[in-house]
């Protein structure tokens, strides 16, 4: 059972138990300065989501259904943030899934209310399904308890801000690291644009064939947007040590990855390649979002690639960078150079007489296991996991191996349904996991 009994060098904060306590749930971690919040929704841990929320016999008799959402998972993040003895105002960074784009609006009138224009960078992506019924939208969030040295800064920069309904900082850092939101081809300022989308990123109107769409987008984004938010900061690409991608077209998979090892073919960050729904990111058209993490150029946080022999499914994608006191693993399925391993997969023929996402969830997990030790850490340092299925019905399977492998501590997890495939073929799992290195 790997890393139980392993001493711990991080604080589940808020652990409550769901589901009738089949599921121990970390609200949030604390792991030296870091403050991690888990997947949060607009629950109460004992009903779901929270019946004041769903208010399903007098559904307009107050606040609209999303505004309370959104307002019960900002205070159960407020929640998180004071057992760790900080504040709201040392976030560094969200991320929002939702299940519709309809409940974008609502969160982000609610976030402006409770964040008082310091928003952090943050992503938001609308994907398929959430874990708990009713729910429209979930949060994980970063934050810091500050010190000499490690205070929260937001750069300001009038071009590259988040729109004025966003409101979030197109850079903050802390400490030695660099903090950028998820960005989008949406036009900015006087740039040509055709339906919102910047022009530079769209073949030219009229013609089938005039470049690849998705690397267009990309050099795009990478050069005119993540480039330009990092040098706010005094940073490059090569200071770039993790990255997360959406993708509305699967078929856009290995193309993104051509287009982004033109700027990363050496400095190589960690990876997670994500499928979303179609028009499913900020503008209607867009193809891609990204987020990355840098550290600063000089620092003492400078990546270092972990190896531990674990198969990745794009070429050249690390398996995990540490950085610091964090360590960051790619996002992972239960693979090898062939695809994804045969004992993984369900027999077509049989059907229900096997459990392929549990048998996943044991070769990701132990992978995981494997990094962590690489990079001089252990499995019970986890502090941010999320999990990606093409089911939503195949979290609790997962969950109990993860419960097997860290002797019932509580974990700190997010759960989104996002639309298949996923990179490899008959994959349905794919696991991102971040780890504090004491």
């Known amino acids: 059972m790997t890393g139980k009994g392993a001493s711990s060098a991080v604080e589940a904060l808020l652990p409550v138990e769901l589901g009738s306590g089949k599921v121990k749930f970390a609200q949030g971690i604390k792991a030296g300065r870091w403050v991690f919040a888990s997947g949060l929704m607009g629950q109460d841990f004992v009903n779901g989501v929270a019946p004041d929320v769903l208010s399903e016999r007098m559904p307009h008799g107050g606040r609209p259904k999303r505004e309370k959402e959104a307002l019960r998972m900002f205070e159960n993040l407020d929640a998180v943030l004071r057992a760790a003895g900080t504040d709201r105002t040392n976030l560094v960074r969200t991320d929002q899934y939702y299940r519709t784009v309809k409940a974008v609006p609502a969160y982000q009138q609610v976030r ?3 964040l008082s224009g310091r928003i952090p960078p943050s992503t938001s992506i609308a994907q398929q399904d959430l874990l708990l019924p009713g729910a429209d939208m979930n949060i994980q969030a ?43 081809s949406i036009a ?33 984004l990478i050069t005119q947007r993540i480039a330009q938010s990092l040098a706010l900061a005094g940073a490059t690409l090569d200071d770039v040590i993790h990255a997360q991608v959406y993708l509305t077209d699967r078929e856009d998979y290995s193309a993104f990855n ?18 979303c729904i179609e028009h499913g990111l900020a503008p209607y058209d867009g193809k891609i979002e990204i987020n990355v993490l840098a550290a600063k150029p000089g620092s003492a946080s400078q990546k270092k690639h972990i190896d531990a022999g674990v ?102 997890f997010s759960a989104v349904e996002v ?20």
Request: glycine letters at 10%; aromatic letters at 10%.
């Open 112 to 114: 402006r209310e409770f």
């Open 142 to 184: 970063m934050g810091v308890i500050p010190g000499p040295g490690f205070e929260v800064t937001h750069i300001k920069n009038e071009q590259l801000a988040g729109r004025p309904t966003s409101g979030y900082s197109p850079a903050l850092t802390v400490g030695d690291y660099v903090f950028i939101p998820g960005v989008t």
């Open 188 to 220: 900015i300022g006087d740039e040509p644009r055709r339906n919102g989308v910047a022009a530079a990123t769209l073949m030219t109107e009229g013609t089938q064939w005039a470049g690849t769409p998705i690397k267009l987008e990309t050099e795009f």
């Open 258 to 275: 051509e287009a982004w090892l033109r700027h990363f073919g050496k400095s190589r960050p960690s990876l997670d390649i994500i499928p």
């Open 311 to 412: 198969v990745t499914a794009f070429h050249n994608q690390p398996q995990a960078v540490k950085s610091g006191d964090l360590l960051f693993v790619s996002g992972l399925m239960a693979i090898d150079k062939n695809g994804l391993l045969p004992q993984c997969a369900a027999d077509p023929r049989q059907p229900q007489f096997a459990g392929p996402a549990e048998a996943q969830a044991e070769v990701i997990i132990g992978n995981i296991a494997k990094l962590c030790e690489a990079a001089g850490t252990s499995l019970q340092n986890v502090v941010r996991v999320l999990h990606f299925f093409t089911d939503i019905g195949d979290f609790y399977p997962v969950y109990k191996v993860w419960e097997r492998h860290l002797g019932g501590r509580p974990l700190p």
């Open 419 to 438: 639309p298949g495939p996923l990179p490899v073929p008959g994959a349905t799992v794919q696991i991102e996991a971040w780890a504090y290195v004491p």
